[in-house]
């Protein structure tokens, strides 16, 4: 079975650009996170989506991020304009909802730099 | 806000030895979680406690939740080079749609 894929899997960009990052959640999932990973700050949790509703969005840094969910099988975080502060693994994971304590999936993250 | 600190952030130890990782809070939670991170992937879930007092074993590690379900332990016996790598504890906020909140994260290096 496929897992939660993600793409790009490293981008470089220029500061000021637009960055999107997208993700496939896993079939079936009806829960989509957006976690953003860096050595400073660890694995920060920025969004959450519910059956593609946004749930809790309290960890977005500022305006400049933004998701969203069009669908169950398909999700977005974009960044404009983007900053080298914004350098980091963002990770994309997906779980089945209504079960306790059930797993969550990560997918292999995207790398991204902003120069 | 609720915070999960993890403790020691960085382990060096040789092949053979044993270690406990430990991952403390003020705040309660439904349920913890520990997950194993490789470089250049995601982590991947290793066990989920739930129960206060809990004591979970996959293999060589043991995993245990606090009676008051604000900490959690890993016990990794006999630790092997393939043990390498980052562990991160994380807490259920609530119930079964909570969000998790991570542990900053420790860094495990097995030497053989």
């Known amino acids: 079975d496929a897992g939660v894929i993600q793409s790009p899997r490293h981008e470089v960009t220029e500061m000021g650009q637009e960055v999107t990052l997208r993700c496939k959640p896993i079939s079936g999932h009806n829960s989509l996170f957006w976690y953003r990973q860096t050595m400073m700050r660890g694995l920060e949790l920025l969004i959450y989506?519910?059956?593609?509703?946004?749930?809790?969005d309290s960890g977005m840094p500022e305006d400049r991020f933004s998701a969203k969910m069009p669908n169950a099988s398909f999700s977005t975080l974009k960044i404009q304009p983007s900053e080298p502060r914004d350098s980091a693994v963002y990770f994309c994971?997906?779980?089945?909802?209504?079960?306790?304590?059930?797993?969550?999936?990560f997918g292999e993250g995207s790398w991204l730099t902003v120069v | 806000t609720q915070l999960l600190e993890q403790s020691p952030q960085f382990l060096s130890i040789q092949e053979g030895e044993n270690l406990t990782v430990y991952c403390n809070s003020s705040s309660v939670f439904s349920s913890l979680q520990w997950y194993r991170q490789e470089p250049g992937e995601g982590p991947v879930l290793l066990v989920t406690v739930v129960t206060g007092g809990e004591v979970k074993k996959l293999k060589r590690l043991t995993f245990q939740f606090g009676d008051a379900r604000k900490d959690s332990s890993l016990h990794i016996t006999a630790a092997q080079t393939g043990d390498t790598g980052l562990y991160l504890c994380a807490g259920a906020t609530s119930g079964n749609t909570g969000k998790l909140i991570f542990g900053q994260g420790t860094t495990l290096q097995v030497k053989p």
């Open positions: 989506f519910n059956n593609n509703v946004p749930i809790d």
């Open positions: 994971a997906s779980r089945r909802a209504g079960l306790f304590g059930n797993t969550i999936y």
